[in-house]
T-cell receptor
Framework: GENVEQHPSTLSVQEGDSAVIKCTYS??????FPWYKQELGKRPQLIID?????GEKKDQRIAVTLNKTAKHFSLHITETQPEDSAVYFC?????????????FGKGTLLTVNP | DSGVTQTPKHLITATGQRVTLRCSPR?????VYWYQQSLDQGLQFLIQ???????AKGNILERFSAQQFPDLHSELNLSSLELGDSALYFC?????????????FGEGSRLTVL
């Protein structure tokens, strides 16, 4: 089955700096890659996703890049703010397969220091 | 508010006991997913139901079972509880059976086994 590795497990940045979180996946058939943000004590919420037919997607201060050859995708947050502090999860799925399972990485705790 | 309702929010029980967690998906969503969140393991996929039928199975123990009822609500049954079963259990829902769209998570049920 799919295995998703996420790094780093913790990340601390100064307000205004950029943050990058990286994930690798094992199943070359995976073609859908969402990112979820979970604030302390809250539920995970989707912040951005990318499908394998594109290499990059942006939404204001966040962007995701995908390298299918390397089976690697990354989340980039620019101009970080204290409210960006949360746990971020990457995930991968093969939407065309018979297994409907969305596999998550173990998460990255991002702390943005004022 | 995601529209996904989970009850109870908190549950404290003893080893060997059995509990039932309940989830009502968003109106119109046919798929329900159960995830277990422990401190070091991130979001572990347990099982998915679509319109009453099991669609995908993850790392769900034999002591655990789930079902989705005709009104689309779902229940996760945990039996012969062990200390290691203490975790936050999330239910999520989506419109279709393939998760190539947003998963809407409930607030979670925090289970503590003493």
């Amino acid at each position: 089955g799919e295995n998703v590795e996420q790094h780093p497990s913790t990340l601390s940045v100064q307000e205004g700096d950029s943050a990058v979180i990286k994930c690798t996946y094992s199943d070359s058939a995976s073609n859908y890659f969402p990112w979820y943000k979970q604030e302390l004590g809250k539920r995970p919420q989707l912040i951005i996703d990318i499908r394998s037919n594109v290499g990059e997607k942006k939404d204001q201060r966040i962007a995701v890049t995908l390298n299918k050859t390397a089976k690697h995708f990354s989340l980039h947050i620019t101009e970080t703010q204290p409210e960006d502090s949360a746990v971020y999860f990457c995930a991968a799925m093969n939407s065309g397969g018979s297994n409907y399972k969305l596999t998550f990485g173990k998460g990255t705790l991002l702390t943005v220091n004022p | 508010d995601s529209g996904v309702t989970q009850t109870p929010k908190h549950l404290i029980t003893a080893t060997g006991q059995r509990v039932t967690l309940r989830c009502s998906p968003r109106s119109g969503d046919l798929s329900v997913y159960w995830y277990q969140q422990s401190l070091d393991q991130g979001l572990q996929f347990l099982i998915q139901y679509y319109n009453g039928e099991e669609r995908a199975k993850g790392n769900i123990l034999e002591r655990f079972s789930a079902q989705q009822f005709p009104d689309l609500h779902s229940e996760l049954n945990l039996s012969s509880l062990e200390l290691g079963d203490s975790a936050l259990y999330f239910c999520a829902s989506s419109v279709g059976q393939r998760t190539t769209g947003e998963l809407f998570f409930g607030e979670g049920s925090r289970l503590t086994v003493l």
